[in-house]
């Protein structure tokens, strides 16, 4: 089992930055295939970077803002939001799963273990 809290949501304005945390227990995170989603409201839970090992795949609408990172000594995933737009509001999603394949990362039925969900609120 591997239980992960998502944290550092919140409001910000366009343009203004926030970085999200993903804390890992249970199992070490550099043991799968770690995930962030977003899911807005009335729409579907959307990819958005996953990291595994050295590999990291990021979402063409985030990509050049959003940085995805793990700290293996804190079992941690970040997500360093910046340049952050009104259509990036969602909640944020933490994600782990045995991924094979760094195509099927996007995929969010091939993750097994879900956070609770961080809201990011960005204000135009």
């Known amino acids: 089992q591997v239980q992960l809290v998502e944290s550092g949501g919140g409001l910000v304005q366009a343009g203004g930055s926030l970085r999200l945390s993903c804390a890992a227990s249970g199992r070490t995170c550099s043991s799968f295939v770690m995930g962030w989603f977003r899911q807005a409201p009335g729409k579907e839970r959307e990819f958005v970077a996953a990291?595994?090992?050295?590999?990291?795949v990021t979402a063409n609408s985030v990509k050049g803002r959003f940085t995805i990172s793990r700290d293996t000594a804190k079992n941690t995933v970040y997500l360093q939001m910046n340049s952050l737009k009104p259509e990036d509001t969602a909640v944020y999603y933490c994600?782990?799963?045995?991924?094979?394949?760094?195509?099927?990362?996007?995929?969010?039925?091939?993750?097994?273990?879900w956070g609770q969900g961080t809201q990011v609120t960005v204000s135009s």
């Open positions: 990291i595994s090992g050295g590999t990291t």
């Open positions: 994600a782990a799963g045995s991924v094979i394949g760094a195509t099927n990362y996007v995929n969010r039925f091939l993750y097994d273990y």
